[in-house]
């Protein structure tokens, strides 16, 4: 299932050249504003849960998974060279889970490390903040990469889409209708992180189970379907 | 071309120079300024996906109907309810449609970039008679004047509907006036932003998120801290912290100079003389991505 070169080689796209330094540039911008916050407000358990929840998870997580999911297999289609990566003996349901892992592992190092240090240096882990949204981090990540991962081989503006579904639709129609809320990513992960943290700083519109069953069927869905969309790609010319 | 020269060249009686009838041009040359408007109305026309596939005319021409629908129907409430005003300031309206128009930017940007650089075309923009800056300029223009148009139609529609609704001449004439002058100010910083982002990475959907991320993660950045200073009780410093970002730089400029009412919390607009470093900041903002930009492709025309 698990193939080393095809991860290696994805890793070099993800992360090869200056991409780090990109993809880096977003969790620095998170602990120095956690760092200016604490200068400026001191240590303050709702304002930590707010930087937290409000710019790192509703903001920051989702373009990380929009650029680890897709840039994982996005770029290969979109420049065609992923016909040499189909034409090996290889099976493509596997193509498909080594880049999800990799994508993963890249989301989760890149949102869910810089959640826990900004976590720490906004309250020193108080009521256990940080560590819920680490680990609200840590859910997000692997549901949004395998929906982004799925955009990436769906369709050739995947990153436009991804960035409306994780802008416009969690954020906007998020906070106007209620009924979007339980369909989002963001909201499941909070599910999860009120379990950890308990008290009432961390709160989601969905219960516990519910997110559950959806944050593994979304991922699971998500995988699979990719497999099937790499199994018949086609390989469309430039516009 | 691995063609072997084993035998020996044709000796020389063999050997002729047929005349095929090439001819130099002689007709009339259109020059450089030709040139530079031919790359500025294609440009302009790709950035709505004019005289290309289906495709790429879908997500312009969505973000352009997402941009004007409420105006529409902002309008068609205040016609009427037969309101005294319309339910929004014209400088309200591209801050309240941020996200749309950072979205058009961010994927159009890339579009207008980044392929000439991942197909290495560039070079053959300069086999012509046109320089660095000439391509620079009439890429930047296009893009900002495909912003314009995005920001400017909306305000057209609420002064159009205006009018038909028998609201105040003079005042809504006034407001318009502003609101074109602020949505200019900000295509031009947002089109130079853009492009100075996607002209640095040829691959355009990370180009995309780049874009993306400097416009809307700045902005949720500088409005937490905003938010944070006010609870604080230190409302001095929320103008300062409004320097950090596309969208607040706007907000405060028009705040000072073309009668809007701030968006940052509390209302804590800057004043006159914070309004002039706003001002300052955002043409040198204009001036910097023009320069990075032609720096950028003094390198890569090579």
């Known amino acids: ?239 | 071309m691995a063609v072997e020269h084993s035998a020996a060249p044709p000796s020389g009686d063999r050997a002729r120079i047929h005349d095929i009838g090439y001819r130099t041009y002689d007709g009339p040359r259109l020059g450089r300024a030709y040139a530079r408007r031919s790359l500025y109305s294609q440009s302009l026309r790709g950035a709505y996906g004019l005289g290309r596939s289906v495709k790429s005319k879908v997500l312009p021409m969505l973000l352009f109907a997402v941009m004007c629908v409420p105006a529409a129907i902002m309008v068609a409430v205040a016609v009427f309810t037969k309101a005294k005003d319309l339910p929004i300031a014209y400088t309200d309206y591209a801050l309240v449609m941020q996200a749309v128009i950072s979205l058009y930017v961010a994927s159009q940007a890339p579009q207008a970039v980044s392929r000439d650089l991942r197909f290495r075309t560039v070079p053959l923009y300069f086999s012509r008679p046109i320089e660095t800056s000439d391509y620079v300029r009439a890429k930047y223009a296009a893009l900002a004047s495909a912003m314009f148009i995005l920001t400017a139609a909306p305000l057209l529609v609420l002064y159009v509907g205006a009018l038909l609704a028998k609201l105040d001449f003079t005042d809504q004439t006034k407001g318009f006036a502003q609101g074109l002058v602020s949505v200019a100010l900000l295509s031009l910083l947002f089109s130079g932003i853009g492009l100075v982002v996607a002209a640095v990475t040829p691959r355009r959907g990370f180009g995309i998120a780049a874009v993306i991320a400097v416009l809307m993660i700045s902005y949720g950045a500088v409005s937490t801290l905003q938010a944070i200073a006010y609870v604080q009780d230190n409302t001095a410093v929320i103008p300062w912290i409004g320097l950090f970002s596309p969208v607040t730089l706007i907000d405060g400029v028009q705040t000072a100079f073309l009668g809007a009412t701030s968006t940052m919390p509390g209302g804590a607009g800057p004043s006159t003389a914070q309004g002039v470093v706003y001002l300052l900041v955002v043409l040198g903002l204009v001036a910097a991505a023009y320069g990075l930009l032609v720096r950028r492709y003094k390198k890569v025309g090579m």
């Open chain 1, 1 to 239: 299932m698990y193939d080393p070169t095809v991860a290696r080689l994805t890793y070099r796209a993800l992360l090869g050249r200056r991409r780090a330094l990109v993809l880096g540039a977003l969790p620095l911008l998170l602990i120095v504003i956690a760092v200016a916050v604490r200068a400026l407000a001191g240590a303050d358990d709702q304002t930590a849960a707010n930087v937290l929840g409000g710019f790192a998870l509703a903001t920051m997580v989702p373009i990380i998974g929009v650029i680890a999911g897709t840039g994982a297999i996005g770029p290969e289609i979109d420049d065609g060279s992923v016909v040499y990566l189909l034409s090996k003996p290889v099976k493509r349901s596997t193509i498909i889970f080594t880049k999800l892992i990799v994508a993963i592992a890249s989301t989760m190092a890149f949102s869910a490390v810089p959640t826990l240090i900004a976590g720490l240096i906004l309250n020193g882990n108080g009521q256990q903040i940080a560590v819920a949204y680490t680990v609200a981090a840590l859910v997000a990540s692997i549901a949004y990469a395998a929906l982004f991962l799925l955009l990436g081989t769906a369709s050739r503006h995947a990153v436009v889409f991804g960035l409306v579904y994780a802008l416009v639709w969690e954020t906007l129609f998020g906070s106007l209708v209620p009924g979007a809320r339980t369909l989002s990513v963001q909201q499941w992960a909070l599910a999860v992180a009120h379990e950890v943290a308990g008290g009432d700083l961390v709160t989601s519109d969905v219960g516990l189970p519910a997110a559950t069953v959806l944050l593994v069927l979304v991922t699971v869905a998500a995988t699979w379907y990719a497999g099937q969309k790499l199994r018949a790609l086609t390989i469309a010319g430039e516009e």
